[in-house]
């Protein structure tokens, strides 16, 4: 523990309430869609999604959050996974929506997963990093956060940054109007798992094999704790180990960054890019 730890966890404790929304599916979550393929388990300490021929399903968290730390344990579908997205995101309604998007792109038996993330603002998006994860994301459960303040989003796994993404309006709002970053709508947290193997697995190249069906992804632990300030939740910061872990993920597992992709962007890219 570094000499920066103590206060990090204490200013965290200030900053966000105590009380954790806790870990039950039943009282926390609406299933929306795919009837019985979503099953809530073990007195609602766990949730089970599943995608066969016929449908995917998802479900909505009941309670909206305006700046908040997510947490999800997810277990990904084993083996073969390809064509499948398991999502993990937050959202707001309409066509200038808001969200936050962890989705989860299946693979061949083997080939790893690519943990795809995104950010949309008033309906603007185009702001994609994907990454490979460091360790094999179907063997057991690992912790996917979201950390969304008034100054910044922060992307963990298993308390590891792997992408942090500023609030730049008062710099940029006034050059470029097609950046924005979130924070007047309010969001409901999603998961759902799909068939989208028209693009989800080396572009569409990879078709889902449907003699491995069904396809089940789990989750459990889910918390959330709601920013008492966006303020002070605005100071929040990475500490030098953070930053030092967010720099090896970026440095050794991130395999597409949107701020690099000239030809997606001939005309320039994206103002926070510079």
Not at 32 to 56: H, M, P, V, Y
Not at 104 to 113: E, M
Request: proline share 4%; aromatic share 14%.
């Amino acid at each position: 523990m570094d000499m920066y730890t103590p206060f990090l966890l204490l200013f965290l404790l200030l900053t966000f309430s105590a009380a954790l929304v806790s870990s039950n599916f039943y009282s926390d979550f609406d299933i929306t869609w795919g009837d019985d393929r979503a099953k809530i388990l073990d007195n609602g300490q766990q949730l089970q999604l599943t995608l066969d021929r016929t449908s995917g399903c998802g479900i909505q968290s009941k309670q909206e959050y305006l700046f908040a730390k997510i947490d999800m344990q997810i277990k990904l579908i084993p083996g073969n996974s390809a064509g499948t997205v398991t999502t993990y995101y937050l959202s707001s309604q309409g066509p200038k929506h808001d969200e936050i998007d962890f989705e989860f792109l299946g693979n061949l038996s083997g080939d790893p997963y690519i943990m795809h993330t995104n950010v949309f603002a008033q309906g603007l998006g185009n702001r994609e990093q994907q990454f490979y994860l460091w360790f094999d994301p179907t063997l057991d459960f690992h912790t996917y956060s979201v950390l969304w303040t008034s100054n910044q989003i922060i992307f963990s796994v298993d308390g590891t940054p792997v992408r942090v993404f500023k609030n730049r309006e008062t710099e940029l709002g006034n050059v470029d109007t097609n950046y924005h970053y979130p924070k007047n709508q309010a969001m409901r947290i999603y998961s759902t798992l799909w068939n989208a193997d028209d693009w989800a697995t080396r572009g569409g190249l990879v078709k889902t094999d449907w003699t491995k069906a069904p396809f089940v992804a789990s989750f459990r632990n889910f918390n959330a704790a709601t920013s008492s300030s966006s303020d002070s939740a605005a100071e929040e910061a990475l500490d030098s180990n953070q930053e030092q872990r967010l720099q090896w993920v970026r440095k050794n597992y991130m395999i597409y960054n949107y701020c690099a992709d000239t030809k997606r962007f001939p005309q320039g890219l994206p103002p926070e890019c510079k």
